[in-house]
């Protein structure tokens, strides 16, 4: 069974159906479709790096270099005032995004512990600041998207990217894959090994595998897909810009991730709309709402010890 957990299983059949059915409800108030279309996108970007963090042990707090190359690549890739295919441009712009990642991967993975978030640190704001201070990429105010891709297969177009419903359902449809394709990763012979080199490298060295290659090659998966929810981000409000690229982008991918349970990929789902669902809610409450917000993600962290998915499977496998 891919999904072995009680609450995983649970959580799949409550959360799915819910956000299937709710645009039917919200079809008239397009701006809850559009902030819950970005809160899925962001989950889907935290659910790569807790797969980074929580299954590889690799901590980077660059990550959100390849969030925001995902829309750079797409506006370098794409013709300007020219309708492209959003399939083959998804591809395009994962596979730039996994070459960036392989040579960055190959510097930054002969580090680890401090050094490799100081690297990745590094990195990703020598990229923020080479956009930031160039002319030709816009500079601060980043750069427009003026055509969204169509998305036709064999003629048949599946979703308008125009209609906020219909790229709503589209990113659900990508939060779905890659939560199935991250189970099905980790339930590899791959994913196996992976977890083998993270609970003890040494040994899984000297079993004869080259930890180095499989913690380069989950590097580069995880970019890509970091890559993927940056280039969906880009395409919802059709700009991009350095701010998608800053270290704080990867710091509260991190908390969201920590908050959800690191490591049990779902709970960055969960991770994600609790911690966005605070955002939204205690900033029109008060002015002072990042007070708040800290106290309240303080004591969740001291309480949910394992995260919400950690509490959660405590609660729920107990009874199974």
Known sequence: MLFNKRTERIFIWVFFPLALLLPLFLEQNTFYVSKLTSIMIFALFVMSLDYLVGRCGLITLGHAMFYGLGGYLF????????????????FYVCM???????????????????????ITLAFAQMAFYFFSDSIKFGGNDGLFIYMKPETSIFGLSLFDLDNPIHFYYLCLLSLFN??????????????????????????????????????????????????YAGYLFTLQYGFVNPSMLAWTTSGSALVMSILGGMGSIYGAILGTFVYEGLH????????????????????MVMVFKNGIAGYLEKLLEKRS
Request: without cysteine; hydrophobic residues 55%; proline residues 2%.
């Open 96 to 118: 730039s995004a996994a070459a960036i990642a392989l040579v960055i991967g190959f510097l930054v993975l002969r580090t680890n512990g401090i050094y490799m978030i100081m």
């Open 75 to 90: 506006w370098m890739l794409a013709p300007e005032y020219t309708e492209v295919n959003f399939w083959v441009y998804t």
């Open 280 to 299: 939204y809610s205690l900033e029109h409450l008060t002015e002072h709402w990042m007070l708040f917000m800290g106290i309240l993600i303080i004591a």
């Open 178 to 227: 890659t939560l199935v394709f991250f189970k099905l990763l980790i339930r590899s012979r791959f994913g196996r090994v992976v977890d083998a080199i993270h609970q003890n490298p040494g040994r899984t060295t000297a079993l004869g595998y080259n930890i180095f290659m499989f913690r380069l090659m989950s590097y580069v998966i995880a970019s890509a897909l970091g890559a």
